[in-house]
C-alpha cells in the first residue's frame, strides 16, 4: 500500500475538494450546513451539482445515483446516467440543482408497514449534505454516489437515516436547554460520535458455495461441531495469516480511498472471525461509512477467493459477531459530555448527562432490547459473547462509587460541590481507565464514552443510536423540567436532581456478571424485560407512552412508528420461512440422498463380506443406527414444514411471528440434532456439503 496520505478520500467529495471547486461564498454556506447545521440555502445548489459533476466526470464516472437505508435493511440505488438532450437534440453531460437535492427512485417494492396501497408508490430521495458525496467503482467504470433519505410522497419516513436526523436534532435541542440553565452560554450545537467496530467471518469461497444454507440464509442450518473451535482459544489475537492479512491491506486502501477512518485490524475469537474498527465520527457519517464497510469487505473478499459473511451466527458452537457502538455526546467548544474535566460545570454536564442516560434506560431499555432485535440476533445475544436480553447500564467501580457519596449526601454546599468537582477531574484518562471493562453488559461507561454492545453485525446501527439518543433526549428533557422550576444556584440544583436520578434508576444499574443466573432473577424481581426472542422484543414498542415519546421528540409520528414495526415483524417472518424451506429443501435433495446412499455402501460391503463367510455385527448394527436416522430426518423434515405452513396460515404477520419463533424454531432444532448425529457417521466424501471443520480450517 502507498501512503495512506497519497489515497486518502481520493474517492470522495470531501471538504479539500469542495474548497477547491466552490466559489468561498458556496463553500462557507455549504460548510455551515455541514458543520454547524444551518439551513441549506437551495440557492447554492447549482454550484454545488456542477462542482460535484465535473469533479466525478474528471475521475471517470458516468453516472450518480442517489443512495439510501431501506428499512428492509442492507442499502438502496437507483443509477442514471450525467447525459441529457440539450435544445438542439444533442447528448450533453448535465447535472442539476434539482437532480441532486431529490430524486425519485420509485417505492413501489419497499415495504410501507401498511402506510400506502400498491398503487401509491411514489417514493422520493432527498440529498443529505452532512455526509460526503462518494465514488463507487466497478472494473472500469465509476458513479458518483449521494447519500440521502428516503421518503414516501406523504413525507413519511421509508428509511433508517431520516430518524437518526432527526434524534440527533431532538438531542440537540434538549441539551442546549440544559446547557443554558447551567449558565453555560458557549455552547451552539451538541453532535453525537460513534465508533462502530464491526465483526464479520472470512469462509474460503468454494467451500462456502457447496453450502445451500451459506449461499441462501448467511448461516449454517446443520453441522456438527468440529473437533477443534475455539477452545484453544489461538485464533484470538493470533497471528494473521498471510492470505488473510493481504486481504485486510486491500480491504484498508479501498476505505482509506473512501475517506473512512479504519484503524483496527485483528483476528476475533473464533476461527476464521476477524474484526475492524474505525476512528470516531460524527453518527450520520459513521453510519454512512459503516454502510459501506459492509459492502465493501464482501466486495474485497470475493476478489480474494473468500466469502465474508456478516451474519450474527453463521457457525453454532463458536462465537457469533457483533458490532459494538461507542457512543459519545460532544459540543461546538470541543468538550465531551462523557468525559471528566478540571471544570466544575464540564463534570456538572458529565454527570447529568450519565444521569439522563439512566432515566433512558428506566424508560427505553426494552426499546433498546428492540432496536437491535432480529432473526439472526436471536442466535447470539445471552450467548457468552453478547450481552443477554435484559438491559441495564455498568457506571464502573469509580463513578458507582461516587454516584453512592452524591446519594448520600443530606445537603449540597458549595465546599461538597468542589470535593465533588475534584473527585471527578481525578479519574484518569488515558494511562489507566477507573475501573475493569464489563464485557457483559450491554451499555458501559468506558472512560469517556458508553459502548452498546448488543448491536448485531448485519445491522445498521442507525436503529441503536436513534434510541440511545432518544434516551438521552428524554433523560435531558426531564432534568431541564426540574431545574426550569427550582430556585438557587443551578449547579447546586442539578446535584440535587442528581440524587433523585440515582435513586429513582437502581433497577437500571448492574455492576456484576450479566450472564449469571442470579441476575436474570434479580432482573426479574426489578421488573426489567427480558424477552428472549425477536417477536417478543417488538411488543415493547406497543407499550404505553412509546409513541407518544418518538412522536414528541420529532422523531417518528404514531403512524410511522406502526408502520416500521410491521415492516421489523414482516422482514423477520420472510427470514425465518426462508431458512426453515432452505433447511426441509437441504434434507431432501441433499442430506437424505447421502444418508441413502452410505447405507447402499455399507449394505453392499456387509453382503460381500457375508458371502466370504464373515459375519459383522457391528456393521448390521452400524445400519440399523443409520436407517433410524433417515426415517427420523424424513419425519421430523415432514413436521417441519407443516408447521411453516401452520405459520403462514396465520391471520396475522405478528401471529405469523410467534409460530416461526416458537414452533417451527422447535422443529428445525429437533431436525438438526438428527442430521447432525448422521453426519458424524457419513463419510466425508459422501456427505453433500462442507463440513464445519473444513470451513474453520481451510480458509
Known sequence: MSHVSECYGELTFSKEVMKAKLNKIVYTKLLAVIESGEPLD?????????????????????????????????TAEKHDAFITYDENGEIIERFSASQLIQSEPDASSFPSGGMRSTFEARGYTAWDPTSPAFLIEAGTSRTLVIPSVFLSWTGHVLDLKTPLLRSNKALDDASLVLQKLLGNRSVRRTKVFIGAEQEYFLFNKELHDTRKDLRICKRTLFGASPIKGQQMEDHYFGSIIPRVRNFMEDLDRALFRKGIPAKTRHNEV?????????????????????????????????????TACLHEKPIAGVNGSGKHVNWSIGDNTGNNYLEPSKSPLKNISFLLTIG???????????????????????????????????????????????????????????KKLQHISL??????KISKDSSDRNRTSPLAFTGNKFEFRAVGSSQNVAESVTVLNLMCAYGYSEINKKLTGMKGEAKSNALVILKEILKQTKDVRFEGNNYSEDWHKEAARRGLPNNKNTPSA???????????????FGILSKEELHSK????????????????????????????????????NTTQSLKGLTDSGISSAAIKDHLVQIESYYSGITSHALRLEQSVHNAEKEDSAHKQSLVFADACSC??????????????LIPDNIWPYAKYQDLLLKL
Open 42 to 74: 437551495e440557492k447554492i445548489a447549482d454550484d454545488v451539482a456542477h462542482a460535484m459533476k465535473e469533479w466525478a466526470i474528471d475521475k471517470g464516472a458516468t453516472h450518480f445515483t442517489h443512495w439510501f437505508q431501506p428499512q428492509r435493511g442492507g
Open 270 to 306: 473464533a476461527p476464521n472471525q476477524f474484526e475492524i474498527a474505525p476512528l470516531f465520527s460524527e453518527s450520520n457519517r459513521a453510519i454512512d461509512d459503516n454502510l459501506k464497510l459492509m459492502n465493501i469487505i464482501k466486495e474485497i473478499a470475493d476478489t480474494h477467493g473468500m
Open 356 to 414: 439522563a442516560i439512566l432515566l433512558g434506560m428506566k424508560k427505553f431499555g426494552g426499546i433498546l432490547r428492540a432496536s437491535v432485535a432480529c432473526a439472526g440476533n436471536d442466535h447470539r445475544l445471552g450467548a457468552n459473547e453478547a450481552p443477554p436480553a435484559i438491559m441495564s447500564v455498568y457506571l464502573g467501580e469509580y463513578i458507582t462509587a461516587l454516584f453512592n457519596e452524591i446519594e448520600g449526601l443530606e445537603t449540597v454546599t458549595e
Open 423 to 428: 473527585g471527578v477531574q481525578n479519574i484518569p
Open 538 to 552: 417488538y411488543e415493547e414498542f406497543f407499550k404505553p407512552g412509546i409513541s407518544e415519546a418518538f412522536e414528541h
Open 565 to 600: 414495526i410491521e415492516i421489523k415483524i414482516e422482514t423477520y417472518n420472510k427470514i425465518k420461512a426462508i431458512e426453515y424451506k432452505t433447511a426441509v429443501s437441504m434434507v431432501r435433495t441433499q442430506i437424505l440422498p447421502a444418508i441413502l446412499q452410505h447405507i447402499t
Open 667 to 680: 422443529a428445525l432444532e429437533e431436525l438438526r440434532s438428527l442430521v447432525d448425529s448422521a453426519e458424524r
